[in-house]
């Protein structure tokens, strides 16, 4: 068990803003902070939204326009010498790490301090060479390689071989979630939401537009709300209008607090192809909000208990999802029992809770 006085724990980051890793670092950082332990955050790329506590080295700040070799020279001395100068007890690292050659060089030469790897995706090649041999170079006298889910736990135990695999779920502050959800009243009324990126098709919005459209809800006028922006929004507001439902599908783009809409919509959606562990459920359900959800990989099983919080639905069958979205705006009694059930099935996942697994996972005895 950790004893110094003030232990300190070093967070590295592409950010901190937009993702779920990110706001897990975020996160973590305030429950480190408040246990007395030293926490100093890493960031990459200079983009902040989320609150976090501790210091901050912003990487990004020092990146110029043409990212070159001279400048990414200056930004690993950075980095070497703030990691040198403060002798950290433990490395969190939350980045996305798709080139070998870089992590191994990261590992061997900059990390000085036992390392924890995070794996926030079932999507491994985001953060795994694709090389059995490679990725035990990287990976295998870390600390731990901690994923965000048991399934993504098991696929890099099956994948690559590695036995210091851990699960760590991501936390949620559910007593903020609470408070900014009564910030205000959104202007829509009686609908479903979804949220998400729009750079690429792992949400399949377009399907779920189908979906919905092909659904009871319009002629119920439940809307469909949908958060987010991105590459692809403009095609799918042209698809919106194709499948005549243009009138009844707003596309709010990205909003800094999401909870208002989680409190008063009927329930969530999401229709994703695969995640990681898909933190909008569980701050949906913190609103007191069911959850309708493919049984994808990875996640939703491990949040949705199939008729007491939510619905899972058979991974990608889209008539299985209209089926539920129509059972779950309809059967009030289905409905009554998983908004009764939502708020009490993420009390696990709090951060006081997760905080703590991470302290005894990294043996550190705080008051």
């Not at 006028?221 to 698809?239: A, E, F, H, Q, R």
Request: net charge positive; glycine share 6%.
């Amino acid at each position: 068990m950790l004893n110094r006085k003030t232990p300190k724990i070093c967070l590295i980051g592409e950010s901190l803003a937009n993702g779920g890793a990110e706001k897990a670092m975020a996160l973590l950082s305030q429950f480190f902070h408040s246990k007395g332990i030293g926490v100093h955050n890493v960031i990459v790329l200079d983009q902040i939204t989320y609150d976090y506590s501790g210091q901050l080295l912003n990487l990004g700040k020092m990146k110029n326009t043409a990212n070159g070799p001279l400048n990414k020279l200056k930004r690993f001395l950075a980095l070497r010498k703030f990691l040198r100068q403060h002798r950290f007890d433990f490395i969190i690292d939350f980045r996305v790490r798709v080139s070998f050659l870089q992590e191994y060089f990261i590992s061997k030469v900059l990390y000085n301090a036992p390392t924890i790897y995070t794996v926030h995706s079932a999507m491994t090649d985001l953060y795994f060479p694709k090389n059995k041999k490679c990725a035990h170079l990287v990976y295998k006298n870390a600390f731990a390689v901690v994923a965000v889910s048991d399934v993504v736990a098991e696929i890099i135990r099956k994948k690559y071989g590695l036995d210091n695999v851990s699960t760590m779920h991501n936390p949620i502050d559910i007593r903020n979630i609470e408070k900014w959800a009564d910030a205000f009243v959104p202007a829509e009324e009686h609908y479903i939401l979804a949220a998400g990126r729009m750079n690429d098709d792992v949400k399949q919005f377009d399907k779920l537009i189908a979906a919905y459209a092909n659904s009871g809800l319009p002629a119920q006028d439940i809307s469909l709300v949908i958060l987010g922006d991105g590459s692809n929004l403009p095609t799918l507001k042209k698809l919106a209008m194709r499948s005549g439902v243009e009138a009844q599908i707003v596309f709010k783009g990205r909003v800094d607090n999401p909870f208002p809409y989680m409190k008063h919509a009927k329930f969530f959606v999401l229709s994703s192809r695969r995640e990681g562990l898909p933190t909008v459920i569980l701050e949906s359900l913190a609103c007191g909000k069911p959850v309708v959800s493919f049984d994808c990989v990875s996640g939703p099983s491990e949040m949705i208990a199939h008729e007491r919080n939510g619905l899972l639905v058979t991974d990608q069958d889209f008539n299985a999802l209209t089926e539920a979205m129509n059972r779950m705006a309809s059967d009030e009694k289905l409905y009554t029992a998983c908004c009764e059930g939502a708020k009490p099935s993420v009390q696990s996942f709090s951060l006081e809770n997760i905080g703590r697994q991470w302290l005894e996972f990294l043996k550190i005895n705080v008051s």
